[in-house]
């Protein structure tokens, strides 16, 4: 079956604009997590879903960030007023439910000018 | 809290020779482990992982793990690297409840020398 995929795969994006990167997950996984790769910071975890809820969304780096789920499917991670520190690759996982394997896609890489 | 050390940022082997990529956890309670490998420009694959079954991990591509809670350690070893092994390696834990949000280390580059 499909993996999880994610688009745009690249975005190109001015300072101050607001984006939106999408996460289809794999069919039937209820966890979801959104995660960012950055060359200072490293992988950090940003936010979990479990089913349209976000149980945790301690690593939300400020209220510029923001997430949704819905039909315990697609989730779209909004940034507003995209600063350049967002520059970074932004990763989603999902998996069958806590605790279990977790599939990653492919990322999407996000630059801001 | 949990958190993950991987001691330097790149390794580099001959092809043939052993792999050795260290990791060690700090974690308050008793841990899931796993090791993640990443290709340039790709996502992360799961390599093995630790779910507090036998210590000795087995997983793909000939690399295994061992748990030793001793050591707080979960290092990833190969006996013979392959030119393909030239890689990125993560290592992660989470904890064994309903949300196993990942934290992981800073990665390892690995390099294979011909």
């Known amino acids: 079956g499909a993996g999880v995929s994610q688009s745009p795969s690249n975005k190109v994006t001015e300072k101050g604009k607001d984006v939106e990167l999408r996460c289809d997950p794999i069919?039937?996984?209820?966890?979801l997590y959104w995660y960012r790769q950055s060359l200072g910071q490293g992988l950090e975890f940003l936010i979990y879903f479990q089913g349209n809820s976000a149980p945790d969304k301690s690593g939300l780096p400020s209220d510029r960030f923001s997430a949704e789920r819905t039909g315990g499917s697609v989730s779209t991670l909004t940034i507003q007023r995209t600063q350049q520190e967002d520059s970074a690759v932004y990763l989603c996982a999902s998996s069958f439910g806590g605790g279990q394997e977790q599939f990653f896609g492919p990322g999407t890489r996000l630059t801001v000018l | 809290a949990q958190s993950v050390t991987q001691l330097g940022s790149h390794v580099s082997v001959s092809e043939g020779a052993l792999v050795l990529l260290r990791c060690n956890y700090s974690s308050s309670v008793p841990p899931y482990l796993f090791w993640y490998v990443q290709y340039p420009n790709q996502g992360l694959q799961l390599l093995l992982k630790?779910?507090?079954?036998?210590?000795l991990v087995k997983g793909i591509n000939g690399f295994e793990a061992e748990f030793k809670k001793s050591e707080t350690s979960f290092h990833l070893t190969k006996p013979s690297a392959h030119m393909s092994d030239a890689a990125e390696y993560f290592c992660a834990v989470s904890d064994p409840g309903a949300n196993s949000k990942l934290t992981f280390g800073k990665g390892i580059t690995l390099s294979v020398r011909p």
């Open positions: 630790y779910t507090s079954a036998a210590t």
């Open positions: 069919s039937g996984h209820t966890a």
